[in-house]
């Protein structure tokens, strides 16, 4: 027995040392991490976030894949919970060896990952959602190490969207209601600053916990607040219960409401005829041929338009982590840091979303050419911080199915920047 | 404001009762904690809502209420569901522990277990999101400065109904004096040719069914959550203790009071932190009168 148990060990010994570094040369297919809820208040949004990473990669992998392999999405479900996120982020980086992470819906996850994980296993983090200006912060103070980006633009262009839709609609003295968490009270204090800029007054402001099953008090207290209108920072089921105890208590119906709230089943959990005075905000897509490209490679593939938080985001998030994953020298963290913003040298060549767009980008890279990936979300460059400055809409509901109101572009948004004095 | 808090309390507080009412009658009856209790309002509620899906809804809806006539139907198919749950739960664990003789820990125990699989089993077959018989929205109508919806009201009445019902059954009928004798003294019961197992399943049937209706009841003002019953369970327990173990009025009683002292809690607590009233109550109760309100 004690033979055997020997002999069994010493056989294991050689895998144990070199296990690792055989499957490092072996690795095809190269694995990719992907945070995202995929259940929970957020798993309405997260689950098309998630088919959209994925299509990134198939688009990637019918280009001829990274480094002669096919990428894997290895995805994980956070739940909407920073616990759990870690746990996932953990495991990709320490079991599965990723050497990227994508995704990462929630700016409360992606902060506890980006202190407690990424930075320290010197993993890059492509976040496609997480918008809070903590991360701006943390970066500035060289907490992040340059490990952190994302592709979408940080929440205060989404302050100085909800205060353009407001004031624009002449609500003068607007009641919050916002989620009690880092995003949302980071959020509030933009909009409090912005809202005051453009002359208007919040009422006053409510917060409420996420994922309980009735919000009357919380509607009772800013019904008491007497607006003129209320701005609801909500995740969407969350958000649409508030939404129907707000209307069914007598609530006016100027609502403006986040980008999380931009879709359907929002409209079909209130109903259509209580939002017809209703607007709200989002990260706009910039008009263009990439764009263009990434809208008709998801309709091809889903049969719908991509309209919805983090679609375009999250394919550019993947696609430009896949291309940096190519530039790199090797497969580790600190190289597809770096190389993230090769591929987004301005005298590169233009590499678009879509599959055929993605091979003339891994191919130029591959001859050792420069290129410059324009995404889904139109041209963007990480600043020092990671960070994307963005554009913003404004949306409306006509007749029960969400439409555009106005676009907020690139100089406006700036010119507004200096105006609220960020 | 403060008419407002104590009106949306005694809505909530109606729901808490007829749950409360469950628990002591469980207490007193069955002798043990029965921390499974409040699954019967999930799988009652969900039960409803099996109903309601496969008819397509609820009907038109009936003058100010969301809800068509298919609802009363709906509720019968939850009542049904949370008897049929409580008598196979009585069937294949209770009765054997009772048999062997187990302690009140044990079947503590047991409650806990079959509350995970009764939970799981709801969120297996229905998914995690929040359910609606009807997605109708009420408009609230402004009763003397406050804001009540007829849903509420009704959620009230049926609430009224069902308790005197309840009375009825434990003065007036033969399986009610049986109920009464067994939370009594169990052997003398049995002395005088009761039969404490079948009034052991009444008891089970009847527990379960109010259960089964305050679910039903808070699916139907609130929103179905296979998490409910969890989230309901402190309450309820604090309703019971607080009426004093083995009162129906005081079940009765202490719901309401849980429920206004919970809504009250917002003028001087941050709304998030509602959910330790109950825990609070409880506390209390242990401390200054353990044997609550009304109790012997």
């Known amino acids: 027995m004690t033979k055997r148990l020997l002999i069994a060990l010493v056989g294991a010994l050689p895998l144990l040392a070199f296990g690792g570094e055989a499957r490092a040369q072996a690795a095809c297919p190269h694995k990719l991490g992907a945070v995202i809820p995929l259940t929970g208040p957020q798993g309405p949004i997260g689950k098309p976030i998630a088919d959209t990473a994925q299509l990134a990669i198939e688009h990637v992998n019918a280009a001829g894949g990274v480094k002669g392999c096919p990428i894997e999405l290895v995805l994980r479900d956070d739940t909407g919970q920073p616990t759990l996120g870690v746990d996932a982020a953990r495991y990709l980086v320490d079991v599965q060896k990723t050497p990227a992470i994508v995704g990462v819906v929630g700016s409360g996850i992606a902060l506890a990952i980006v202190s407690s994980v990424t930075t320290a296993a010197k993993v890059p983090m492509v976040s496609c959602c997480a918008v809070t200006p903590t991360l701006t912060k943390m970066a500035e103070d060289g907490k992040t190490e340059g490990y952190f980006f994302r592709t979408i633009p940080t929440s205060r262009v989404f302050a100085v969207a909800h205060a353009v839709a407001t004031t624009d609609r002449g609500y003068k003295n607007p009641a919050v209601i916002y989620v009690n968490n880092d995003f949302g009270s980071t959020l509030l204090r933009d909009l409090e600053k912005a809202i005051a800029a453009l002359g208007g007054k919040i009422a006053g402001a409510v917060p409420y916990n996420e994922n309980q099953p009735s919000y009357r008090t919380e509607v009772n207290q800013a019904l008491a607040l007497k607006g003129d209108a209320l701005i609801l920072i909500a995740f969407s089921q969350d958000g649409a219960t508030i939404g129907r105890e707000w209307i069914s208590l007598g609530g006016t119906q100027n609502l403006v409401l986040h980008n ?127 960070d994307v400055s963005g554009p913003a809409l404004v949306w409306k509901i006509d007749d029960g199915k969400l439409a555009t109101d106005k676009v907020i572009d690139l100089e406006q948004m700036a010119a507004l920047f200096r105006r609220i004095g960020y | 404001m403060i008419a407002q808090l104590v009106v949306d309390g005694l809505l909530t507080g109606a729901v808490i009762a007829l749950g409360a009412i469950g628990v002591t009658l469980g207490l007193a009856i069955l002798r043990f904690a029965n921390f499974g209790y409040a699954e019967f309002a999930t799988v009652g509620g969900y039960g409803a809502l099996a109903a309601v899906l496969a008819y397509g809804g609820t009907g038109a809806p009936l003058g100010p209420f969301t809800f068509g006539g298919f609802m009363a139907v709906a509720l019968a198919a939850g009542l049904a569901a949370a008897g049929l749950m409580a008598l196979i739960g009585d069937w294949a664990v209770f009765r054997p522990l009772r048999r062997r003789g187990a302690g009140p820990l044990v079947l503590i125990f047991a409650s806990f277990g079959l ?70 003294n169990p052997a003398l019961a049995q002395a005088c040719a009761i039969d404490p197992e079948a009034a052991i399943r009444a008891t089970w049937l009847v527990t379960g069914a109010l259960g089964a209706l305050a679910g039903t009841l808070y699916g139907l003002t609130v929103q179905l959550r296979p998490e409910m019953g969890a989230n309901l369970l402190l309450p309820l327990f604090t309703a019971a203790v607080l009426g004093g173990v083995g009162s129906v009025p005081g079940a009765v009683i202490g719901g309401l009071l849980v429920g206004v002292a919970e809504n009250l809690s917002v003028l001087v607590l941050p709304t998030s932190y509602k959910a330790i009233i109950p825990f609070l109550i409880m506390l209390a109760c242990f401390l200054l009168r353990p044997k609550g309100l009304f109790g012997r």
């Open chain 1, 260 to 386: 999380t709230l931009r879709s359907q089943d929002f409209i079909n959990a209130v109903g259509a005829r209580f939002l017809g005075k209703a607007a709200g905000i989002d990260n706009a897509q910039v008009a263009g041929p990439s764009v263009d490209a990434f809208n008709a490679a998801f309709k091809a593939k889903f049969n719908r338009d991509p309209v919805g938080p983090g679609l375009h985001t999250v394919y550019d998030s993947a696609a430009v982590t896949a291309l940096a994953m190519q530039q790199a020298r090797a497969l580790d963290g600190t190289a597809i840091r770096d190389a993230l913003r090769l591929v987004q040298d301005a005298a590169g060549e233009v590499v678009m979303p879509g599959a055929e767009g993605l091979k003339k980008g891994l191919d130029a890279i591959k001859a050792g050419r420069k290129v410059r990936y324009v995404g889904a979300t139109g041209p963007f460059g990480f600043d020092k911080n990671g």
């Open chain 2, 115 to 184: 509350a995970l699989v009764a939970r799981n089993l709801v969120l297996l077959a229905f998914g995690p999101q929040p359910e609606y018989y009807s997605r109708e929205i009420q408009i609230a109508v402004l009763l003397g400065g406050v804001r009540v919806m007829p849903d509420q009201v009704l959620v009230l009445a049926v609430a009224g109904l069902a308790l005197a019902a309840l009375v009825w059954l434990l003065r007036r009928t033969r399986i009610g004096l049986a109920m009464r004798a067994v939370a009594e």
